[in-house]
Protein backbone atom coordinates (compact mmCIF):
# COMPACT_ATOMS: atom_id res chain seq x y z
CA UNK A 1 0.00 0.00 0.00
CA UNK A 2 1.53 3.11 -1.10
CA UNK A 3 2.17 5.36 1.88
CA UNK A 4 0.76 9.20 1.55
CA UNK A 5 4.12 10.24 1.49
CA UNK A 6 4.20 8.61 -1.82
CA UNK A 7 0.69 9.76 -3.33
CA UNK A 8 1.70 13.52 -2.38
CA UNK A 9 4.50 12.82 -5.01
CA UNK A 10 7.70 13.63 -2.74
CA UNK A 11 9.39 10.77 -4.87
CA UNK A 12 10.85 13.68 -6.62
CA UNK A 13 10.23 12.06 -10.13
CA UNK A 14 8.46 14.10 -12.73
CA UNK A 15 8.10 16.49 -9.81
CA UNK A 16 10.23 19.64 -11.21
CA UNK A 17 9.53 23.01 -8.48
CA UNK A 18 10.67 25.12 -10.80
CA UNK A 19 9.96 24.77 -14.60
CA UNK A 20 13.47 24.75 -16.88
CA UNK A 21 13.73 27.19 -19.25
CA UNK A 22 11.59 26.75 -22.41
CA UNK A 23 9.94 23.85 -21.05
CA UNK A 24 5.62 23.95 -20.69
CA UNK A 25 5.16 24.29 -16.89
CA UNK A 26 2.87 21.10 -17.00
CA UNK A 27 5.76 18.88 -16.22
CA UNK A 28 6.82 15.93 -18.05
CA UNK A 29 4.84 13.85 -20.71
CA UNK A 30 3.43 10.39 -18.92
CA UNK A 31 4.10 8.54 -21.64
CA UNK A 32 7.75 9.97 -22.48
CA UNK A 33 8.30 9.10 -18.83
CA UNK A 34 7.26 5.79 -19.05
CA UNK A 35 9.56 4.97 -22.38
CA UNK A 36 12.44 6.39 -20.29
CA UNK A 37 11.76 4.26 -16.99
CA UNK A 38 11.46 1.07 -19.18
CA UNK A 39 14.65 2.12 -20.89
CA UNK A 40 16.23 2.61 -17.81
CA UNK A 41 14.87 -0.50 -16.55
CA UNK A 42 16.51 -2.33 -19.50
CA UNK A 43 19.57 -1.12 -18.92
CA UNK A 44 19.64 -2.02 -15.33
CA UNK A 45 19.31 -5.36 -16.16
CA UNK A 46 21.81 -5.54 -18.13
CA UNK A 47 24.93 -3.74 -16.26
CA UNK A 48 23.33 -4.01 -12.77
CA UNK A 49 22.14 -1.30 -10.88
CA UNK A 50 25.09 -0.11 -9.20
CA UNK A 51 26.88 -0.56 -12.64
CA UNK A 52 24.73 2.08 -14.23
CA UNK A 53 25.38 5.56 -14.94
CA UNK A 54 22.65 8.28 -15.69
CA UNK A 55 25.31 8.41 -18.96
CA UNK A 56 23.90 5.27 -19.52
CA UNK A 57 20.44 5.58 -19.34
CA UNK A 58 20.37 8.96 -21.17
CA UNK A 59 22.36 7.40 -24.27
CA UNK A 60 19.79 4.46 -24.15
CA UNK A 61 16.94 7.19 -24.48
CA UNK A 62 19.06 8.77 -27.30
CA UNK A 63 18.60 11.97 -24.96
CA UNK A 64 21.12 14.91 -23.49
CA UNK A 65 21.99 13.84 -19.52
CA UNK A 66 21.01 17.22 -19.05
CA UNK A 67 17.96 16.85 -20.36
CA UNK A 68 17.07 14.04 -18.37
CA UNK A 69 17.08 15.98 -15.10
CA UNK A 70 13.62 17.34 -16.39
CA UNK A 71 12.32 13.55 -15.66
CA UNK A 72 13.96 12.53 -13.12
CA UNK A 73 16.62 13.39 -10.36
CA UNK A 74 18.67 10.90 -9.09
CA UNK A 75 19.35 7.14 -10.16
CA UNK A 76 17.67 6.07 -7.43
CA UNK A 77 14.52 7.89 -8.51
CA UNK A 78 14.42 5.49 -11.73
CA UNK A 79 14.59 2.49 -9.93
CA UNK A 80 12.50 3.73 -7.31
CA UNK A 81 9.94 4.48 -10.18
CA UNK A 82 10.68 1.21 -11.80
CA UNK A 83 9.99 -0.75 -8.99
CA UNK A 84 6.81 1.07 -7.30
CA UNK A 85 5.07 1.10 -10.82
CA UNK A 86 5.76 -2.92 -11.26
CA UNK A 87 4.76 -3.23 -7.52
CA UNK A 88 1.91 -1.52 -7.83
CA UNK A 89 0.97 -2.97 -11.13
CA UNK A 90 1.53 -6.19 -10.18
CA UNK A 91 -0.90 -6.25 -7.13
CA UNK A 92 -3.85 -4.30 -9.10
CA UNK A 93 -3.38 -7.73 -11.44
CA UNK A 94 -3.86 -10.07 -8.81
CA UNK A 95 -6.73 -8.36 -7.23
CA UNK A 96 -9.35 -10.24 -9.57
CA UNK A 97 -7.91 -13.39 -7.69
CA UNK A 98 -8.15 -12.50 -4.25
CA UNK A 99 -11.79 -11.22 -4.60
CA UNK A 100 -13.09 -14.26 -7.20
CA UNK A 101 -16.16 -16.42 -5.74
CA UNK A 102 -15.03 -19.62 -4.62
CA UNK A 103 -13.34 -21.54 -2.25
CA UNK A 104 -9.43 -20.71 -1.47
CA UNK A 105 -8.27 -23.32 -4.03
CA UNK A 106 -9.82 -21.57 -6.70
CA UNK A 107 -8.43 -18.25 -5.47
CA UNK A 108 -4.67 -19.58 -5.13
CA UNK A 109 -4.88 -21.00 -8.37
CA UNK A 110 -5.99 -18.10 -9.97
CA UNK A 111 -3.47 -16.16 -8.18
CA UNK A 112 -0.53 -18.23 -9.07
CA UNK A 113 -1.79 -17.47 -13.12
CA UNK A 114 -1.96 -13.85 -12.31
CA UNK A 115 0.93 -13.91 -10.88
CA UNK A 116 2.67 -15.89 -13.61
CA UNK A 117 1.18 -14.22 -16.38
CA UNK A 118 2.07 -10.61 -14.79
CA UNK A 119 5.99 -11.73 -13.75
CA UNK A 120 6.15 -12.99 -17.76
CA UNK A 121 4.47 -9.74 -19.54
CA UNK A 122 6.71 -7.88 -17.52
CA UNK A 123 9.54 -9.73 -17.07
CA UNK A 124 12.34 -7.02 -17.20
CA UNK A 125 10.65 -4.50 -14.52
CA UNK A 126 9.74 -7.83 -12.42
CA UNK A 127 12.99 -8.91 -12.23
CA UNK A 128 14.53 -5.55 -11.24
CA UNK A 129 12.63 -5.04 -8.71
CA UNK A 130 13.31 -8.71 -7.31
CA UNK A 131 16.94 -7.98 -7.69
CA UNK A 132 17.66 -4.05 -6.85
CA UNK A 133 14.72 -4.10 -4.04
CA UNK A 134 17.77 -4.11 -1.59
CA UNK A 135 19.23 -1.01 -3.26
CA UNK A 136 16.82 1.32 -2.34
CA UNK A 137 17.12 3.73 0.73
CA UNK A 138 15.08 2.35 3.69
CA UNK A 139 12.74 4.85 3.06
CA UNK A 140 12.02 3.94 -0.59
CA UNK A 141 11.99 0.86 0.19
CA UNK A 142 9.07 1.56 3.47
CA UNK A 143 7.51 3.80 1.26
CA UNK A 144 6.50 1.35 -0.99
CA UNK A 145 5.75 -1.48 1.50
CA UNK A 146 3.94 0.74 4.32
CA UNK A 147 2.19 -0.90 6.30
CA UNK A 148 3.60 -4.53 5.57
CA UNK A 149 4.19 -6.13 2.14
CA UNK A 150 0.19 -5.97 0.36
CA UNK A 151 1.41 -8.83 -1.61
CA UNK A 152 2.07 -11.23 0.71
CA UNK A 153 -0.75 -10.58 2.76
CA UNK A 154 -2.93 -10.94 0.21
CA UNK A 155 -1.30 -14.15 -0.13
CA UNK A 156 -1.55 -15.18 3.01
CA UNK A 157 -4.89 -14.38 3.14
CA UNK A 158 -6.02 -17.25 0.74
CA UNK A 159 -3.86 -19.52 2.92
CA UNK A 160 -5.74 -18.51 5.90
CA UNK A 161 -9.05 -19.05 4.03
CA UNK A 162 -8.24 -22.73 2.64
CA UNK A 163 -7.25 -23.24 6.08
CA UNK A 164 -10.44 -22.59 7.59
CA UNK A 165 -12.72 -23.51 4.80
CA UNK A 166 -10.54 -27.08 5.12
CA UNK A 167 -9.02 -26.99 1.60
CA UNK A 168 -5.11 -26.68 2.74
CA UNK A 169 -3.64 -28.50 5.58
CA UNK A 170 -4.30 -26.58 8.83
CA UNK A 171 -0.61 -27.31 10.04
CA UNK A 172 1.36 -25.83 7.62
CA UNK A 173 2.91 -22.55 8.85
CA UNK A 174 1.23 -19.77 6.52
CA UNK A 175 4.00 -16.95 6.93
CA UNK A 176 6.41 -19.15 5.75
CA UNK A 177 4.82 -20.92 2.91
CA UNK A 178 3.65 -17.39 1.34
CA UNK A 179 7.17 -16.73 1.26
CA UNK A 180 8.07 -20.15 0.02
CA UNK A 181 5.09 -20.02 -2.91
CA UNK A 182 6.32 -15.99 -3.81
CA UNK A 183 9.58 -17.21 -4.24
CA UNK A 184 9.18 -20.53 -6.39
CA UNK A 185 6.97 -18.39 -8.57
CA UNK A 186 9.60 -15.53 -8.82
CA UNK A 187 12.60 -17.62 -9.60
CA UNK A 188 11.26 -18.02 -13.16
CA UNK A 189 12.48 -14.59 -13.50
CA UNK A 190 15.93 -16.84 -13.46
CA UNK A 191 15.43 -19.39 -16.05
CA UNK A 192 12.26 -18.14 -18.05
CA UNK A 193 13.12 -17.05 -21.92
CA UNK A 194 9.97 -15.75 -23.85
CA UNK A 195 9.23 -18.17 -26.77
CA UNK A 196 10.82 -20.80 -24.88
CA UNK A 197 9.53 -24.66 -24.75
CA UNK A 198 6.54 -23.80 -22.14
CA UNK A 199 4.10 -21.59 -22.96
CA UNK A 200 2.98 -18.85 -20.58
CA UNK A 201 -0.40 -21.01 -19.92
CA UNK A 202 1.80 -24.15 -19.76
CA UNK A 203 4.03 -22.73 -17.59
CA UNK A 204 1.29 -20.96 -15.07
CA UNK A 205 -0.45 -24.25 -15.20
CA UNK A 206 2.58 -26.30 -14.04
CA UNK A 207 3.86 -24.05 -11.47
CA UNK A 208 0.12 -23.89 -10.57
CA UNK A 209 -0.26 -27.72 -9.51
CA UNK A 210 3.19 -28.27 -7.82
CA UNK A 211 1.86 -25.45 -5.54
CA UNK A 212 -1.56 -26.45 -5.03
CA UNK A 213 -0.63 -30.39 -4.11
CA UNK A 214 1.98 -28.71 -1.58
CA UNK A 215 -0.55 -27.49 1.00
CA UNK A 216 -3.75 -29.43 -0.12
CA UNK A 217 -5.58 -30.75 2.97
CA UNK A 218 -6.33 -34.62 3.01
CA UNK A 219 -9.93 -33.75 2.49
CA UNK A 220 -9.09 -31.49 -0.84
CA UNK A 221 -6.95 -34.31 -2.25
CA UNK A 222 -9.80 -37.42 -1.85
CA UNK A 223 -12.07 -35.04 -3.09
CA UNK A 224 -10.22 -34.32 -6.78
CA UNK A 225 -9.55 -38.21 -6.68
CA UNK A 226 -5.97 -38.45 -5.51
CA UNK A 227 -2.74 -35.73 -5.85
CA UNK A 228 -2.35 -36.27 -9.52
CA UNK A 229 -5.76 -35.59 -10.50
CA UNK A 230 -5.77 -32.21 -8.20
CA UNK A 231 -2.39 -31.31 -9.64
CA UNK A 232 -3.91 -31.17 -13.09
CA UNK A 233 -7.16 -29.93 -12.14
CA UNK A 234 -7.98 -26.54 -13.99
CA UNK B 1 31.92 -30.21 -13.26
CA UNK B 2 34.73 -28.25 -13.15
CA UNK B 3 36.48 -27.72 -16.83
CA UNK B 4 40.13 -29.38 -17.24
CA UNK B 5 40.57 -25.69 -17.55
CA UNK B 6 39.27 -24.89 -14.18
CA UNK B 7 41.77 -27.63 -12.72
CA UNK B 8 44.63 -26.43 -14.52
CA UNK B 9 44.19 -23.79 -12.35
CA UNK B 10 43.94 -20.86 -15.57
CA UNK B 11 41.72 -19.24 -13.24
CA UNK B 12 44.16 -16.88 -12.00
CA UNK B 13 43.57 -16.83 -8.51
CA UNK B 14 46.29 -17.50 -6.56
CA UNK B 15 48.25 -18.12 -9.68
CA UNK B 16 51.24 -15.57 -9.63
CA UNK B 17 53.13 -16.22 -12.93
CA UNK B 18 56.31 -14.22 -11.62
CA UNK B 19 56.43 -13.62 -8.11
CA UNK B 20 56.63 -10.56 -6.64
CA UNK B 21 60.09 -9.30 -5.09
CA UNK B 22 60.41 -10.28 -1.56
CA UNK B 23 57.35 -12.63 -1.40
CA UNK B 24 57.98 -16.31 -1.08
CA UNK B 25 57.83 -18.22 -4.29
CA UNK B 26 55.30 -21.20 -2.91
CA UNK B 27 52.68 -18.76 -3.41
CA UNK B 28 49.61 -17.55 -1.50
CA UNK B 29 48.67 -18.80 2.03
CA UNK B 30 45.48 -20.81 1.41
CA UNK B 31 43.94 -19.89 4.94
CA UNK B 32 44.38 -16.08 4.20
CA UNK B 33 43.54 -16.39 0.83
CA UNK B 34 40.20 -17.99 1.96
CA UNK B 35 39.63 -15.49 4.29
CA UNK B 36 40.31 -12.60 1.76
CA UNK B 37 37.62 -14.07 -0.33
CA UNK B 38 34.98 -14.04 2.46
CA UNK B 39 35.28 -10.73 3.24
CA UNK B 40 35.06 -10.08 -0.28
CA UNK B 41 31.97 -11.41 -0.72
CA UNK B 42 30.58 -9.88 2.55
CA UNK B 43 31.37 -6.36 1.12
CA UNK B 44 30.02 -8.03 -2.18
CA UNK B 45 26.65 -8.64 -0.42
CA UNK B 46 26.32 -4.92 0.82
CA UNK B 47 27.26 -3.05 -1.79
CA UNK B 48 26.66 -5.14 -4.75
CA UNK B 49 28.80 -6.32 -7.16
CA UNK B 50 28.91 -3.46 -9.28
CA UNK B 51 29.15 -1.47 -6.76
CA UNK B 52 32.32 -2.60 -5.16
CA UNK B 53 35.54 -1.60 -5.70
CA UNK B 54 39.30 -3.57 -5.28
CA UNK B 55 39.89 -0.27 -2.86
CA UNK B 56 36.51 -1.74 -1.09
CA UNK B 57 37.67 -4.98 -0.52
CA UNK B 58 41.19 -4.31 0.62
CA UNK B 59 39.73 -1.58 2.77
CA UNK B 60 37.49 -4.34 4.21
CA UNK B 61 40.79 -7.10 4.72
CA UNK B 62 42.99 -4.32 6.06
CA UNK B 63 45.52 -3.99 3.28
CA UNK B 64 47.17 -2.11 0.96
CA UNK B 65 45.26 -2.07 -2.50
CA UNK B 66 48.66 -3.14 -4.40
CA UNK B 67 49.56 -5.80 -1.83
CA UNK B 68 45.90 -7.63 -2.56
CA UNK B 69 47.17 -8.00 -6.19
CA UNK B 70 49.32 -10.40 -4.78
CA UNK B 71 46.10 -12.56 -4.26
CA UNK B 72 43.88 -12.18 -6.94
CA UNK B 73 44.32 -10.10 -10.28
CA UNK B 74 41.07 -8.25 -10.37
CA UNK B 75 37.86 -7.98 -8.97
CA UNK B 76 35.97 -10.63 -11.29
CA UNK B 77 38.42 -12.95 -9.85
CA UNK B 78 37.58 -12.66 -6.51
CA UNK B 79 33.58 -13.03 -7.56
CA UNK B 80 34.68 -16.27 -9.81
CA UNK B 81 36.84 -17.71 -6.51
CA UNK B 82 33.40 -16.91 -4.34
CA UNK B 83 31.39 -18.50 -6.58
CA UNK B 84 33.36 -21.15 -7.57
CA UNK B 85 34.10 -22.20 -4.26
CA UNK B 86 30.70 -21.97 -3.05
CA UNK B 87 28.74 -24.07 -5.82
CA UNK B 88 32.00 -27.18 -5.80
CA UNK B 89 30.91 -26.98 -1.95
CA UNK B 90 27.43 -27.14 -2.70
CA UNK B 91 27.80 -30.09 -4.70
CA UNK B 92 29.93 -31.81 -2.68
CA UNK B 93 27.41 -31.31 0.35
CA UNK B 94 24.29 -32.50 -1.57
CA UNK B 95 26.57 -35.83 -2.84
CA UNK B 96 25.69 -38.29 0.12
CA UNK B 97 22.13 -37.64 -0.45
CA UNK B 98 22.41 -38.39 -3.68
CA UNK B 99 23.81 -41.84 -2.99
CA UNK B 100 21.75 -42.58 0.01
CA UNK B 101 20.45 -46.09 -0.14
CA UNK B 102 16.64 -45.85 -0.29
CA UNK B 103 13.73 -44.79 -3.02
CA UNK B 104 13.84 -41.13 -4.12
CA UNK B 105 11.10 -39.67 -1.82
CA UNK B 106 14.41 -40.38 0.84
CA UNK B 107 16.69 -39.28 -1.15
CA UNK B 108 14.94 -35.80 -1.99
CA UNK B 109 14.08 -35.26 1.28
CA UNK B 110 17.59 -35.49 2.58
CA UNK B 111 18.65 -33.33 -0.42
CA UNK B 112 16.12 -30.40 0.69
CA UNK B 113 18.07 -31.19 3.67
CA UNK B 114 21.47 -30.84 2.57
CA UNK B 115 20.45 -27.78 0.61
CA UNK B 116 18.82 -25.76 3.23
CA UNK B 117 21.44 -26.90 5.42
CA UNK B 118 24.65 -25.85 3.69
CA UNK B 119 22.49 -22.38 1.82
CA UNK B 120 21.96 -21.34 5.89
CA UNK B 121 25.78 -22.21 7.05
CA UNK B 122 27.17 -20.16 3.86
CA UNK B 123 24.58 -17.60 3.19
CA UNK B 124 26.87 -14.73 2.46
CA UNK B 125 28.71 -17.22 -0.49
CA UNK B 126 25.44 -18.46 -1.48
CA UNK B 127 23.71 -15.22 -1.87
CA UNK B 128 26.45 -14.04 -4.25
CA UNK B 129 26.32 -16.87 -5.78
CA UNK B 130 22.59 -16.45 -6.95
CA UNK B 131 22.94 -12.81 -7.29
CA UNK B 132 25.71 -12.13 -9.21
CA UNK B 133 26.38 -14.98 -11.45
CA UNK B 134 25.61 -13.35 -14.29
CA UNK B 135 28.12 -10.73 -13.46
CA UNK B 136 31.01 -13.21 -14.51
CA UNK B 137 32.43 -13.47 -18.35
CA UNK B 138 31.09 -15.99 -20.20
CA UNK B 139 33.60 -18.13 -20.57
CA UNK B 140 34.05 -17.99 -16.50
CA UNK B 141 30.17 -19.08 -15.93
CA UNK B 142 31.01 -21.98 -18.89
CA UNK B 143 34.03 -22.77 -16.56
CA UNK B 144 31.36 -23.55 -13.39
CA UNK B 145 28.96 -25.28 -15.41
CA UNK B 146 30.96 -26.76 -17.95
CA UNK B 147 28.82 -30.00 -19.22
CA UNK B 148 25.65 -28.60 -18.28
CA UNK B 149 24.75 -27.55 -14.44
CA UNK B 150 25.64 -30.48 -12.28
CA UNK B 151 23.28 -29.36 -9.41
CA UNK B 152 20.49 -29.21 -11.28
CA UNK B 153 21.29 -32.79 -13.34
CA UNK B 154 21.59 -34.30 -10.13
CA UNK B 155 18.05 -33.22 -8.92
CA UNK B 156 16.73 -33.76 -12.23
CA UNK B 157 18.36 -37.40 -11.59
CA UNK B 158 16.48 -37.65 -8.34
CA UNK B 159 13.18 -37.01 -9.75
CA UNK B 160 13.01 -39.16 -12.56
CA UNK B 161 14.36 -42.53 -10.62
CA UNK B 162 11.44 -41.27 -8.58
CA UNK B 163 9.18 -41.53 -11.47
CA UNK B 164 10.58 -44.87 -12.64
CA UNK B 165 9.78 -46.00 -8.79
CA UNK B 166 6.51 -44.71 -8.95
CA UNK B 167 6.48 -42.12 -5.70
CA UNK B 168 6.49 -39.13 -7.65
CA UNK B 169 3.56 -38.03 -10.48
CA UNK B 170 5.16 -39.90 -13.84
CA UNK B 171 3.62 -36.63 -15.79
CA UNK B 172 5.66 -33.86 -13.92
CA UNK B 173 7.95 -31.91 -16.03
CA UNK B 174 11.10 -33.02 -14.39
CA UNK B 175 13.26 -30.07 -16.13
CA UNK B 176 10.41 -27.72 -14.98
CA UNK B 177 9.92 -28.74 -11.49
CA UNK B 178 13.77 -29.22 -10.91
CA UNK B 179 14.28 -25.48 -11.30
CA UNK B 180 11.02 -24.69 -9.47
CA UNK B 181 11.78 -26.91 -6.60
CA UNK B 182 15.72 -25.40 -6.78
CA UNK B 183 14.00 -21.72 -7.10
CA UNK B 184 11.82 -22.62 -3.77
CA UNK B 185 14.61 -23.65 -1.93
CA UNK B 186 17.02 -20.45 -3.14
CA UNK B 187 14.25 -18.06 -1.90
CA UNK B 188 15.41 -18.61 1.40
CA UNK B 189 18.39 -16.46 0.37
CA UNK B 190 15.72 -13.00 0.50
CA UNK B 191 14.36 -13.82 3.88
CA UNK B 192 16.28 -15.80 6.18
CA UNK B 193 17.57 -15.03 9.34
CA UNK B 194 20.13 -16.10 11.51
CA UNK B 195 18.53 -17.01 14.57
CA UNK B 196 14.78 -15.86 12.99
CA UNK B 197 11.75 -18.17 14.41
CA UNK B 198 12.30 -20.64 12.55
CA UNK B 199 15.27 -23.45 13.31
CA UNK B 200 17.45 -24.40 10.12
CA UNK B 201 15.83 -28.33 10.86
CA UNK B 202 12.27 -26.71 11.12
CA UNK B 203 13.10 -25.05 7.90
CA UNK B 204 14.24 -27.84 5.86
CA UNK B 205 11.57 -29.74 7.65
CA UNK B 206 8.84 -27.23 6.17
CA UNK B 207 10.63 -27.06 2.65
CA UNK B 208 10.55 -30.83 2.21
CA UNK B 209 7.18 -31.30 3.06
CA UNK B 210 5.98 -28.80 0.20
CA UNK B 211 8.66 -30.17 -2.37
CA UNK B 212 7.54 -34.01 -1.41
CA UNK B 213 3.80 -33.53 -1.48
CA UNK B 214 3.98 -31.23 -4.79
CA UNK B 215 4.85 -34.26 -6.80
CA UNK B 216 4.13 -37.16 -4.71
CA UNK B 217 2.48 -39.66 -6.59
CA UNK B 218 -1.34 -40.70 -6.27
CA UNK B 219 0.51 -44.18 -4.11
CA UNK B 220 2.96 -42.57 -2.44
CA UNK B 221 0.11 -40.45 -0.86
CA UNK B 222 -1.97 -43.33 -0.30
CA UNK B 223 0.71 -45.62 1.06
CA UNK B 224 1.87 -42.48 3.46
CA UNK B 225 -1.69 -42.32 4.76
CA UNK B 226 -2.47 -38.75 2.98
CA UNK B 227 -0.98 -35.71 1.76
CA UNK B 228 -0.58 -34.52 5.15
CA UNK B 229 1.22 -37.40 6.86
CA UNK B 230 3.52 -37.37 3.89
CA UNK B 231 3.91 -33.90 4.72
CA UNK B 232 5.35 -34.17 8.02
CA UNK B 233 6.67 -37.56 7.62
CA UNK B 234 10.51 -37.53 8.60
Chains 1, 2 share one sequence.
Not at 53 to 59: F, L, W
Not at 133 to 149: K, M, N, V
Not at 166 to 184: M, N, R
Request: hydrophobic share 40%; proline share 4%.
Amino acid sequence: MPSSESSSGRSGLGQVDRPRRGRPRRGPDPERLQEIIDAAATVFLEKGYDGTSTKDISDAVGMLKGSLYYYVRSKEDFLFEIIKRVYDAALVSIQPAVELEGDALTRLRAFVHAHVGFAVKNLTAFTIQLREFERLSPERRLEITAGGDAYLRALRGILKDGQREGVFDEKIDVSFTALAILGQLNSLTQWYRPNGRLSVKRLAENFAGLVITSIASDSAVQSAGGPSKLRRSR
